[in-house]
């Protein structure tokens, strides 16, 4: 539980300060300084975090990149939810053929070197945020899908379920009224860890160019501009490393702290 | 030859320039040192770049890795000194026909392939035609399209004859050749290339290709001028580069291309100024901001001169390449005859800009800071090629400069691959950031003359001004220097009164080699062209074989 | 167990079919033609070259048809050549394979080799500072932008200390080297590589097996041999360690995927000459023959990956039943 309310607490402060960005931020991300003095400043009370090579004040910057990184984990755990649900609902409840069809997709998702697929799909598509978004949704359900399945698996055979099938209720309001609700727990454990990993994929693809495209900023391009100058201002590689790092953490205790609350009998593997 | 300018490496094509000066007290002494040791080969010289070499043999190779290190295993009939100057290298000397329709070379007796065949007119005879067959794709044959015939008198004599005149011939034979007896069987080069070690006629010997990590080569004791100074060339595959440059200073490699950054900040450590000597001078490239004649946005030449007038190159020297440039007004290089320094430059004055927006029919009667014409808003996309930081700053800081003047920009990032598609086919873009090579032989044809306007032409942004197709063709058929001079000039003079480009810089070359090379003079040409006479004094030897 | 592995391999196939449909698909949905990459701002290419080019990668034909005839090649294991050299894409990537290979091969060593004992002792001694220890280490390893690590290896092991190679496998001058000098320089080299690629699989496995031996450990058998009064040690050994690590064997394979996608970051951060970087550079040329061939083999090497560590699991836990 503890480590749900730090995890949450930091997140919290996270979005906020990137939500209140325009207030808390202090400079234009984009406005740049291209006298001598001020481009590649050291941390200091004026700038936090330094500025960058072109006079951008870091910590402005990093805050507007703490949007493309929160909006990218959030909306591509929702679109991997979405069909990670519907299929793993879908295999685990009518079984059969279709279950065998889904599984092997599912297999071959597992296989799959995603971020191979990832960065060819995002390079040739064009890179910008919305195709990130889409493309990490698209290529991380699989392990959810496996999950639904099973817990639909084990709540199909339940008393509640076969009475309810008895009664002539629907197949659709039963696994919407009866199922879906109890399937959800270890969803959101699971949920919360891909906010993590999809926003370590983000910065990834952003680190190699074929995210978010400059000017605007985001951790993974600060830190491909640091890598150019990390033998002296060691300030752009440090910080958004950092934050890409606790913020993953965060999520990842707070899915962590899930578990164990939710699922309070097995310290379970993943 | 143009090429597109994203990886440059120092010891590629003869680099144009002017030098800034650079003093290394051993070169006063270096030429007795050599010859009282006679020319010994020794120690060996690292070099480091991104990308790995795609072909060894001169008339497929198409990027930088492959050319230079094809220059170092073969040579050609003619090549360039120091100063630019084209001199024989296979080739003892030359004729050209009075009516400049044939050319005759005279080859050297003396020179052997590696293999230890000699080197005769049939070789050249052979390259020369396979470059020609259209089925071998080599991508230089319309340098060479207007030869109709070559004959080889004898062993040592080969003559070229031309459809038409072309003055920009004789530079083209600076060529590679290649050995007729390991390929005259082959059917398709390429395909034979493959397997087989690379044999020139050049100062260094093929010795290792390991994909993706080195190309060795290693000296060449027959050479025909002389033993080079050092014994192993090695071409170090490093594709970050960051990496590189720790590389360097951690003296894992000799040298590289330092970035302005690297140059200016970097190289003040005692680590790096103990160990490593830099150059800098004029790179024989230059960058521009380029306009879609086709958009009706840039049919107004008042709106293109405005947006040049508007732009501050000498901050934008200062910011991207911090100072390391110089200001660019024309396609040809500075300090050359050709480069007009006259020419029209468009210094910057925002309410000059702002006065021709106005004659132009834009001004900002809303006061939103952004101008209007008929209701519409002054907007302009940018766009230039992802992952070269250089343009990509570029793009950034003329966002800047262009909104202070009421144009709105947004700056656009697309794939190199995505970029060329969109643009030089499809001709779908507004204002390009890009840059070109600049070739030793002033002709524009390809990039400005209207009939390279057609689809995959170079002229994308479809300029089209017939005195200038005019000028650039009589360019080509002239001889005479001091002719030739005075159309260019006039040429650079129309391009800068009609603004189809904003001309920004020309960027410096700043190649870094470790101390204990010595011999090394920059000339106008860089500091590559005389390699072979670099040397390492017997006590600061670092390899010993 | 023949039965077992021919079904095993027989499933692969339509998988391998599926993937190299997906990709290229994806590949030509892409706007930009790769005629123009390879020529685009070269002014001395003439028209004729490019249309030689198109047709000798049937540029010209639909979609569908240019998956008709490449599948007919890749079913001789043709992928064709690369748009960048000419050179075929096979021959290309089998030369980069043993580059990518042992760096995978010895990162798995050292995952297994570190992972296990940490988490085994972690389940032991639980609550202990040690496991508190590498609790904490296994979060921030799950946390960690693997690319980032990477620079900050080379950065003060490569760089600042000067202990290790700051990049490439084998330098120039391995020919000089004696036979141990050369294995010396290759290990070397392999430290900071293999520290970036194993991380986080390091960290993902040893907490696997710290909860797997948790979960064992409250098994009803344990609970009745402790009952039974065995030794602990007895236990250990025979009942827990057994049960706890043989899941761990399946894990092996799945820990596949995430190598090789490192692989594609890594291998280019630290200049080493194998198959990801070749694709990470293939996919930037849009050298599509080339992004196939290495898509194609880089899942090959997963599903065979899994599959050996499927048999395995197969072999030794008399429980999982062949015929199914």
Known sequence: MKRIMIGAAIIMVIAISAICAPVVAGYNPLEMDLTEDAILQKPSLEHFFGTDNLGRDVFSRMLYGARVSLSVGFIAVIISLVIGVLLGGVSGYFGGWVDAVIMRVVEVMYSFPTFFLIMMVVTFLGPNIVNVMVVIGLTSWAPLCRLVRAEFLTLRERDFVSSARVQGVSNFRIIRRHILPNAMAPVYVSMTLSVGSAILIESALSFLGLGVQMPAPSWGNILTIGKNYIDYAWWLTLFPGLAILITVLSFNMIGDGLREVLDPKSDRKD | MLKRDNAVNIFKRPLFALVVFFCVTSLFFCGDYVFAEGYVSRDAYVSTGAADARILIPIFADDSASSSICSLIYTGLVKVDKNLEIEGDLAERWEVSPDGLAITFFLRRDVRWHDGTPFTARDVKFTYETMLDPASGCPYVSSYSDINKIETPNEYTIKFHYKKPYAPALLKFGMGIIPSHMYSEAKNIRDEAVGKDPVGTGPYIFSEWKRAEYIALIANQDFYEHPPGIKRYIYKIVPDESVQFLELVSESSDAMNLTPYQYFYRSDTQRFKSKINKYSYLAHSYSYIGYNMKDPLFRDKRVRQALSYAINREKIIDAVLLGLGEECTGPFLKDTPFYDETAPGYDYDPAKAKALFKEAGWVDADRDGVLEKNGKKFSIRISTNQGARIREDVAVIVQDQWAKVGVKVRVQTVAWAAFLDAFVNKKNFQAVILGWTIPIDPDLFSVWHSDSIGENGLNFISYSNKKVDKLIVAGRREFDQEKRREIYRKIHNHLAEDAPYTFLFFPYALPAVNKRFKGIEPAPAGISYNFIDWYVPESEVKYKF | ?324
């Open chain 3, 1 to 324: 167990m023949k039965r077992y592995i021919l079904k095993r391999l027989l499933m692969i196939i339509p998988m391998l079919f599926g993937i190299s449909f997906i990709l290229f698909v994806v590949m030509h949905l892409a706007p930009g033609d790769p005629t123009s990459i390879k020529y685009g701002m070269n002014p001395e290419v003439s028209q004729s070259a490019r249309a030689n080019f198109d047709k000798m990668y049937w540029l010209n034909k639909p979609v569908l048809t240019q998956y008709v005839l490449w599948m007919k090649r890749f079913l001789t294991l043709d992928f064709g050549r690369s748009f960048i050299d000419g050179e075929p894409v096979l021959k290309k990537i089998m030369s980069r394979l043993p580059a990518t290979l042992l760096l995978q091969i010895v990162s798995l060593l050292v995952i297994f080799a570190l992972a296990i004992p940490i988490g085994v002792y972690g389940a032991f001694k639980k609550d202990s500072l040690f496991d508190r220890v590498s609790t904490a280490f296994v979060f921030i390893g799950y946390a960690l932008p693997g690319f980032w690590l990477a620079l900050i290896l080379v950065f003060i092991f490569g760089f600042k200390l000067g202990w290790f190679p700051v990049s490439g496998m084998t330098p120039w001058y391995t020919e000089y080297l004696s036979v141990f000098g050369k294995i010396k320089d290759l290990l070397w080299h392999l430290v900071l590589p293999v520290t970036a690629t194993a991380f986080g699989s390091l960290a993902a496995l040893s907490r696997y097996t710290r909860s797997s031996m948790l979960e064992v450990k409250k098994e009803n058998y344990v609970l009745a041999a402790r009952a039974k009064g065995l030794t602990e040690k007895y236990i250990t050994s025979r009942y827990i360690l057994r049960n706890a690590l043989l899941p761990i064997i399946t894990i092996a394979g799945l820990t596949l995927p995430a190598l090789i996608s490192g692989s594609f970051i890594f291998e280019t951060i630290f200049a080493w000459p194998g198959m990801g970087r070749l694709g990470y550079e293939a996919i930037m040329s849009y050298d599509y023959p080339m992004v196939m061939g290495t898509g194609v083999i880089a899942v090959g090497l997963t599903l065979f990956g899994i599959l050996i560590s499927d048999i395995l699991y197969a072999a030794v836990d008399p429980r999982i039943r062949m015929d199914k």
